[in-house]
């Protein structure tokens, strides 16, 4: 079955509890700034979540800014409980690693 997109509501709700992430263009997208060293190791954690939650982020990463998209194809590309699930974990796990987030 596939996920549902959020109301605007549950939108609103989620971005108050992911200070670090905006809803842009249609994805729920946030960038984070993570030193050279740690890039790897989070990268890794990164994959792994994403892996297990069976979602994957769009992620581009240059030097040491990482920025990350995401959204729900089988819900014809809308935010689902899924995204907002999988930025909670990348939040984590960008803090985890000295990631800090980029306010644009």
Do not use: C
Not at 9 to 30: F, I, K, N, Y
Not at 32 to 58: I, K, N, S, W
Request: glycine fraction near 10%.
């Amino acid at each position: 079955m596939p996920a549902s997109p959020l109301t605007d509501a549950e939108l609103d709700q989620a971005l108050t509890e992911l200070p670090d992430w905006r809803l842009r263009d249609g994805d729920l997208t946030a960038s984070f700034t993570v030193g050279r060293g740690a890039l790897p190791g989070f990268y890794a954690a990164l994959a792994a979540a994403e892996d297990e939650a069976g979602h994957h982020a769009r992620v581009t990463v240059m030097y040491t800014s990482v920025g990350l998209a995401l959204n729900t194809h089988d819900a014809g590309g809308a935010v689902t409980a899924k995204d907002t699930a999988l930025a909670a974990t990348i939040s984590r796990i960008a803090a985890d690693h000295g990631g800090g987030a980029e306010r644009s």
